[in-house]
Nanobody, 123 residues
Framework: QVQLVESGGGLVQAGGSLRLSCAASGRTRNINTMGWYRQAPGNQRELVATISSGGSTNHADSVRGRFTISRDSAKNIVYLQMNSLKPEETAVYYC?????????????????WGQGTQITVSS
């Protein structure tokens, strides 16, 4: 099992910045991809950004150039730096981790979610 604890959410004015952190604990040895998703009221959960164990990143088109995902693999922490926030980005932000293990012939995978942290962007 992997436990995820998020921090850094809160209230910010439009155009402001926030930095989210997510610390993983437990069976972290085989953590592969780490990422952030968000869900606004009435909407489906959507991808914000992911980062692989090798450091390759993927950002949603809507946040590219404003948000930056990074990770400290030694400490099993993933960060999301969010700049120029918009009111429509008000949502609960969730940390997501994929764990992979097993031989190449048969890879096993589990995923874990954080409890979510509220971000409210006021206009």
């Amino acid at each position: 099992q992997v436990q995820l604890v998020e921090s850094g959410g809160g209230l910010v004015q439009a155009g402001g910045s926030l930095r989210l952190s997510c610390a993983a604990s437990g069976r972290t040895r085989n953590i592969n991809t780490m990422g952030w998703y968000r869900q606004a009221p009435g909407n489906q959960r959507e991808l914000v950004a992911t980062i692989s164990s090798g450091g390759s990143t993927n950002h949603a088109d809507s946040v590219r150039g404003r948000f930056t995902i990074s990770r400290d693999s030694a400490k099993n922490i993933v960060y999301l730096q969010m700049n120029s926030l918009k009111p429509e980005e008000t949502a609960v932000y969730y940390c997501h981790v994929v764990v992979r293990w097993g031989p190449i012939e048969r890879v096993y995978e589990n995923e874990y979610w954080g409890q979510g942290t509220q971000i409210t962007v006021s206009s």
